[in-house]
């Protein structure tokens, strides 16, 4: 019941000039929601699964310009089940053996060339922490994911945060691989896995169900290329595309302050191509990309979908799980990260009133 004309003026009076005819971002659908007192469901309330079909990440103008994309993993599984064996295995590194007590701190991304068939595939790689206390950067990590690879050890069976895993997974809406680890060793009993999996109602294709499992040996190396070709397979059916023409976006994976560069943020770019001097609003941080550099530290002067990069310029540092946009022009960048700093400035203080809203945080 309000009309357009105070609605434009209130965008305005907040240094927001909409021509008439555009889209209005997010955040801006949120202002005003506020001003008029109108519930929104959105942001950190965007159910996962939306998220992870990617329905936001494309748009209509990019649907006769749409390209295959690789596919986004996640590996997930309980601690010490194997998750940073099996991506080295795959890798052929050695990144397990250096961590800092054998435990994953940060969400590692990886773009691994993967032989199929005589071809090779491209398929980038997410390597989760288990240590509960990371559970909310799990539940982060299944939004960009589009297949999860749940890693279970065969001498020790489904644990709290197998379970953790494979929730999340089905929040997401995403399709579960089980990877069966560990059968090399004394005591794997991977019958039993399959067993406690389907008790809690993931089916083996075997007995009619349909989630693959593979019986792996990470640290042989033993049906690994198995794991591989299903997760192809599976991929395939999920016809991965994006356009890569066009100005992009994504989420960030990790970030942090490094002392000589400063703000580095961790992206996984999800539609259209990051270029270098592209300027950027990302949560409440903007800036102009001054270096791109991918998952093995190299300097690039772009990444297009599916592709995790390492960028600075940004003025501050975003949070694991904020969305990236690279935008016409700083002010635009500028205007868009002051809305959004002050949104969840506001959302933070009904927060801490208590109003019982359900967040990403409060819910890992
Ligand atoms: P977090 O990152 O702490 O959650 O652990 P993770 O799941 O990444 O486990 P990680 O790869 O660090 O492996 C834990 C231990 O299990 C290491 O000592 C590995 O060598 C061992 N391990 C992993 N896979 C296998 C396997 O297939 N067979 C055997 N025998 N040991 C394995
Ligand atoms: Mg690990």
């Not at 609605?7 to 009076?13: A, D, F, Q």
């Not at 019958?191 to 593979?214: A, F, K, Y």
């Not at 794991?227 to 989420?251: V, Y």
């Not at 703000?263 to 191509?273: E, K, L, M, R």
Request: with cysteine.
């Amino acid at each position: 019941a309000v009309s357009e004309g105070e609605i434009m003026g209130y965008l305005y009076s907040k240094g927001i000039k909409p021509d008439g005819v555009q889209k209005l971002s997010k955040d801006m659908v949120k202002m005003v929601c506020r001003e008029y007192d109108v519930e929104v469901i959105d942001g950190e309330q965007v159910r996962v699964e939306d998220m992870a079909k990617k329905k936001e990440i494309l748009d209509e103008d990019d649907l006769d310009k749409l390209e295959d994309r690789p596919p986004v993993l996640t590996i997930m599984g309980h601690v010490d089940h194997g998750k940073t064996t099996l991506l080295d295995y795959i890798r052929k590194t050695k990144v397990a053996a250096s961590e800092a007590g054998g435990i994953t701190q940060g969400i590692g991304a990886y773009k691994v060339q993967v032989p199929i068939d005589g071809k090779t595939q491209t398929c980038v790689f997410l390597d989760t922490p288990g240590h509960e206390a990371f559970g909310a950067m799990r539940a982060r990590g299944a939004r960009v994911t589009d297949i999860a690879v749940i890693v279970v050890a065969a001498d020790d069976g489904i644990r709290p945060q197998t379970s953790e895993a494979i929730a999340h997974a089905k929040a997401a809406g995403v399709p579960i691989i089980v990877a069966i680890n560990k059968i090399d060793k004394d005591g794997a009993n991977p019958d039993r896995v399959i067993q406690e999996l389907s008790s809690i109602g993931l089916m083996p294709e075997d007995w009619g169900g349909d989630t693959p499992m593979v019986k792996i040996s990470a640290l042989k190396g033993e049906n690994v290329d198995d794991l591989l070709e299903t997760i192809m397979l599976i991929a395939e059916l999920q016809e991965l595309k994006a356009n890569p023409d066009r100005n992009a976006k994504g989420t960030v994976i990790e970030a942090g302050l490094d002392k000589s560069k400063g703000p580095v943020a961790s992206f996984i770019v999800q539609n259209g191509t990051l270029k270098r001097g592209d300027v950027i609003v990302c949560g409440e941080a903007f800036g102009k990309v001054r270096a791109l550099f991918d998952d093995k530290g190299r300097q690039v002067n772009e990444a297009g979908p599916s592709t995790p990069v390492q960028v600075i310029g940004l003025d501050n540092v975003p949070l694991a799980g904020d969305e990236f946009e690279a935008v016409d022009s700083l002010d635009v960048a500028r205007k868009q990260a002051e809305l959004r700093a002050e949104l969840m400035r506001d959302e933070r203080i009904t927060e801490k009133a208590g109003d019982g809203k359900v967040t990403l945080s409060s819910l890992a």
